[in-house]
């Protein structure tokens, strides 16, 4: 596929997402390479322990960290045309966008269906300034790995439902229910109401969520935890970029003043100190401030 092709279709994906709240794209990863996923995880499926909670679903399974479970996920996690539409979505409102999860989830046979909800709706600031702004926070990427459909329960999707923010729940039958191949993927934004249908079949329904988020925000699963530096330096640097070893502009998430992303790899401190990291018009306000024009606005921390 050439560039301007790529382009083409992430435009059109993107229109998508934007107008309905969700998109569907098939065949977008090898679904062989999707089997190889699944078995790499099936062990970390069999020897998970069921959730707790009304939320969660105590007739669920779910675990974290799959960069370190497998070396096929980074082709999922730095998908090409999945990180063009999400930087289309939350590049305007960030610096950077950060990886927010990577959870496996699977519904047990006979599990029951899950409470409608918006997954930004766990940074509170998001009832502030989205309706208003239209800010997004979140955007989804869920990956099955087995046929998802509404008898072993694909998620449920409100369409429209992130343009009417206000309201927690919506009458059941305005939802759908996108069918999913191993290999297709379900993107949905952070605004959007959604559910996990329950499983009614007797197999169990195994998949996982990628989901990504403004790089300023503290995300769902602590990557600095489930990626701890030993374990990250691994990594090549886009990728722990995208962890959120890489300063986000200005100087927030610095290491004694200085990005993570050089430090992470250094044996040593060689006796650089703080280095600003600020964006053109913030360096544009400093500037005009020492010409003798003094800015109300403020840049960073006070001294």
């Known amino acids: 596929m050439s560039v301007i092709e790529a382009d083409a279709r992430a435009a059109s994906y993107l229109s998508q997402l934007l107008e309905l709240g969700y998109c569907v794209i098939p065949d977008l990863m090898q679904a062989a390479l999707v089997d190889e996923l699944a078995r790499d995880l099936r062990p970390h499926f069999e020897q998970a322990v069921t959730s707790k909670g009304p939320f969660y679903g105590e007739d669920t399974k779910r675990f974290g960290g799959l960069l370190s479970r497998s070396d096929r996920m980074a082709a999922f996690v730095q998908h090409g045309l999945v990180l063009s539409i999400v930087e289309a979505v939350l590049g305007p409102w960030c610096d950077r966008i950060a990886l927010n999860l990577t959870q496996a989830i699977e519904l047990m046979p006979h599990s029951v269906d899950q409470v409608p909800h918006r997954d930004q709706d766990m940074w509170p600031c998001s009832k502030l300034i989205a309706p208003d702004l239209s800010v997004e926070f979140l955007v989804n990427v869920m990956w099955p790995f087995v046929p998802y459909s509404e008898a072993n329960g694909a998620t449920r999707i409100w369409p429209g439902s992130h343009r009417r923010q206000n309201e927690l729940l919506m009458d059941p039958s305005a939802a759908i229910c996108p069918t999913l191949a191993p290999g297709s993927a379900l993107l949905f934004l952070g605004s959007t109401l959604h559910a996990g249908g329950a499983n009614r079949t007797e197999a169990p329904r195994r998949g996982m969520i990628v989901s990504y988020t403004l790089g300023w925000l503290k995300p769902y699963e602590l990557q600095w935890l489930a990626y701890p530096p030993e374990i990250a330096r691994r990594?090549?640097?886009?990728?722990?970029?995208?962890?959120?070893?890489?300063?986000?502009?200005?100087?927030?998430?610095?290491?004694?003043?200085?990005?993570?992303s050089g430090l992470l790899r250094a044996h040593h401190r060689d006796g650089v100190g703080a280095v600003d990291a600020l964006r053109p018009e913030q360096l544009a306000i400093i500037a005009q401030y020492r010409s003798g024009l003094p800015s109300p606005e403020v840049v960073g921390e006070s001294t």
Do not use: K, Q, S
Not at 236 to 257: F, S
């Open 235 to 260: 990594f090549p640097e886009d990728l722990t970029a995208l962890l959120g070893y890489h300063i986000h502009r200005p100087n927030l998430g610095n290491v004694d003043g200085r990005c993570p």
